[in-house]
């Protein structure tokens, strides 16, 4: 059982340049997030999905695009990668919440350093 | 608003001591949910627990156990005798109405032998 699994788990990029992210749920969960982890200030959600060819601003969207083409997919996406994207990426998954098991199941995440 | 308060920072104890990591939840929803997750130095998010707004019965698992208050929107994680094994980042959060999550900013916890 795989869960979440993001692609890749290490990427240094030069300013600049762009780069996808990854995210792929075997659990047929409707909904998937991505979030980054920053020293100090805990995970904060980028973009969401609510399902299929659906996507959603987060608390912190600038820079980042997404896409959800397929359900069990969610891109995440740098045009113009900056240094201030440093970061740990988290991608999740969850049911919708009236439902059993409400909590968000992670990937493994991906560290980025853009220099 | 939604938003999730660990002010606890950073904790160290010593091995065996009892610890309680505090977290203190802002909602206007009547119902939500609350989890804690802990993030070992590995830096994988481990599901600890969850709890819906109606069900206000405190938790115990093994050395862990959990308080939830809604009087006072707050909903802390206790550990009994710890060990080394505990030192992680702890992170409590909130799902609202439009099933986001919302994380607090995390309390490391420092278990030295």
């Known amino acids: 059982n795989a869960g979440v699994t993001q692609t890749p788990k290490f990427r240094v990029l030069k300013t600049g340049q762009s780069m996808t992210l990854l995210c792929a749920q075997d659990m047929n969960h409707e909904y998937m997030y991505w979030y980054r982890q920053d020293p100090g200030m805990g995970l904060r959600l980028i973009h969401y999905s609510v399902g299929e060819g659906t996507t959603a601003k987060g608390e912190v969207p600038d820079g980042y695009n997404v896409s959800r083409l397929k359900k069990q997919n969610f891109l995440l996406g740098l045009e113009s990668a900056a240094p201030s994207q440093t970061s740990v990426y988290f991608c999740?998954?969850?049911?919708?919440?009236?439902?059993?098991?409400?909590?968000?199941?992670f990937g493994q995440g991906t560290r980025l350093t853009v220099v | 608003a939604q938003k999730v308060t660990q002010a606890q920072t950073e904790i160290s104890v010593v091995e065996k001591e009892d610890v309680t990591l505090d977290c203190v939840y802002e909602?206007?929803?009547?119902?939500?949910?609350l989890f804690w997750y802990k993030q070992p130095p590995s830096g994988e998010l481990v599901f600890l627990i969850r709890?819906?707004?109606?069900?206000?019965q405190n938790e115990i698992s093994g050395r862990y156990s959990w308080n939830f208050q809604k009087s006072t929107s707050s909903f802390n994680f206790t550990i009994t005798a710890s060990q080394v094994v505990d030192s992680a980042v702890y992170f409590c959060?909130?799902?609202?109405?439009?099933?986001?999550?919302?994380f607090g900013s995390g309390t490391k916890l420092n278990v030295k032998p």
């Open positions: 909602t206007r929803d009547t119902t939500y949910y």
């Open positions: 999740a998954s969850s049911y919708h919440r009236h439902l059993m098991n409400t909590e968000a199941f």
């Open positions: 959060a909130l799902r609202s109405n439009f099933n986001k999550f919302y």
């Open positions: 709890r819906n707004s109606f069900d206000e």
